[in-house]
C-alpha cells in the first residue's frame, strides 16, 4: 500500500508544478501584450502571477528562456486550430487560406512575432530550438501546396516549391513590419487576397479566364489603333 501513496504524492506535485508554470506562462503572455517583450523584468512577471521572483527563476533559467516558451506555447496553439486546407476546393483557396493564417497570427500576437522575428531567428542556434520545428511544420504545409500545384501541372516548373515558400513568408513579414513597429494597421483579408494574388497569377501555366480576357481585349485594342492609322 506505501507505493501507490508515494505514486500519488508525486503525481500530485507534479500536476502542481505543471500548473505553476502554466499561471508563470500566463502572467508573462499578458504582461508583454500590454507592455512589449523589450522591457518585461521577471519581477512584473512574478507579480502578475501572484508569486516571489525567487518561484520564477525555479523553473525558467531567465527571462530569454522564460520569453522563449511562452513564445512556442503561442505558436502551438495559433497552429493547432489550423484547417486542413486538402479539404480547400482549388489551389488559390489553400494558398489564400495559409496566408490569411500566417498573418492572423501575427495580428494577434505583435509582440511575441516582434520578438521571434528580431531576437530569436537571427541566433545561430535558432534550428536547434523547438520554436524552429514548429515553424518548419507549419511552412512546410504551404510547399506542398505548391508541390502539389507543380506535379499537376496548374503551376509552372522550374521554381522549387522552397523559393516559392520564401517569397510567402519573406512578403508577409515585409508587409507586416510597420504594424509590428505600431505604426499602422494591418488588414490582414486584403493583404492575404494580394499576396494569393500575386504568387497564384505569377506561376499558373494557363493564365485565369480574367487575365486572357484582359490579354484579348488588349490585342484588339492594338488591332483597332492600326485600323485608325490606315
Given at each position: 500500500?506505501?507505493?501507490?501513496?508515494?505514486?500519488?504524492?508525486?503525481?500530485?506535485?507534479?500536476?502542481?508544478?505543471?500548473?505553476?508554470?502554466?499561471?508563470?506562462?500566463?502572467?508573462?503572455?499578458?504582461?508583454?501584450?500590454?507592455?512589449?517583450?523589450?522591457?518585461?523584468?521577471?519581477?512584473?512577471?512574478?507579480?502578475?502571477?501572484?508569486?516571489?521572483?525567487?518561484?520564477?527563476?525555479?523553473?525558467?533559467?531567465?527571462?530569454?528562456?522564460?520569453?522563449?516558451?511562452?513564445?512556442?506555447?503561442?505558436?502551438?496553439?495559433?497552429?493547432?486550430?489550423?484547417?486542413?486546407?486538402?479539404?480547400?476546393?482549388?489551389?488559390?483557396?489553400?494558398?489564400?487560406?495559409?496566408?490569411?493564417?500566417?498573418?492572423?497570427?501575427i495580428k494577434e500576437g505583435p509582440a511575441i512575432s516582434r520578438y521571434i522575428m528580431t531576437e530569436v531567428r537571427p541566433r545561430?542556434?535558432?534550428?536547434?530550438?523547438?520554436?524552429?520545428?514548429?515553424?518548419?511544420?507549419?511552412?512546410?504545409?504551404?510547399?506542398?501546396?505548391?508541390?502539389?500545384?507543380?506535379?499537376?501541372?496548374?503551376?509552372?516548373?522550374?521554381?522549387?516549391?522552397?523559393?516559392?515558400?520564401?517569397?510567402?513568408?519573406?512578403?508577409?513579414?515585409?508587409?507586416t513590419w510597420r504594424y509590428l513597429r505600431n505604426e499602422g494597421e494591418l488588414d490582414i483579408e486584403e493583404l492575404a487576397d494580394e499576396i494569393a494574388s500575386v504568387v497564384y497569377r505569377g506561376m499558373t501555366a494557363v493564365p485565369p479566364?480574367?487575365?486572357?480576357?484582359?490579354?484579348?481585349?488588349?490585342?484588339?485594342?492594338?488591332?483597332?489603333?492600326?485600323?485608325?492609322?490606315?
Amino acid at each position: 500500500m506505501t507505493a501507490p501513496r508515494k505514486a500519488r504524492r508525486r503525481q500530485s506535485t507534479r500536476l502542481s508544478q505543471d500548473q505553476r508554470v502554466s499561471d508563470i506562462l500566463l502572467a508573462a503572455k499578458e504582461v508583454i501584450d500590454a507592455k512589449g517583450y523589450e522591457g518585461v523584468t521577471m519581477a512584473e512577471i512574478a507579480e502578475k502571477a501572484d508569486i516571489v521572483e525567487g518561484t520564477v527563476y525555479r523553473y525558467f533559467k531567465n527571462k530569454d528562456d522564460l520569453l522563449l516558451r511562452v513564445a512556442e506555447d503561442w505558436f502551438l496553439e495559433q497552429y493547432g486550430d489550423i484547417v486542413d486546407v486538402s479539404a480547400f476546393n482549388g489551389t488559390y483557396n489553400k494558398l489564400r487560406y495559409l496566408i490569411w493564417h500566417s498573418l492572423r497570427t501575427i495580428k494577434e500576437g505583435p509582440a511575441i512575432s516582434r520578438y521571434i522575428m528580431t531576437e530569436v531567428r537571427p541566433r545561430s542556434g535558432y534550428k536547434d530550438t523547438r520554436l524552429f520545428e514548429i515553424n518548419r511544420d507549419y511552412t512546410s504545409q504551404i510547399r506542398r501546396v505548391f508541390a502539389e500545384a507543380i506535379k499537376s501541372g496548374e503551376f509552372k516548373s522550374g521554381v522549387p516549391e522552397r523559393v516559392l515558400r520564401d517569397m510567402v513568408f519573406g512578403t508577409i513579414e515585409h508587409s507586416t513590419w510597420r504594424y509590428l513597429r505600431n505604426e499602422g494597421e494591418l488588414d490582414i483579408e486584403e493583404l492575404a487576397d494580394e499576396i494569393a494574388s500575386v504568387v497564384y497569377r505569377g506561376m499558373t501555366a494557363v493564365p485565369p479566364e480574367d487575365e486572357r480576357m484582359d490579354t484579348a481585349i488588349l490585342r484588339l485594342e492594338k488591332i483597332a489603333d492600326r485600323l485608325d492609322k490606315r
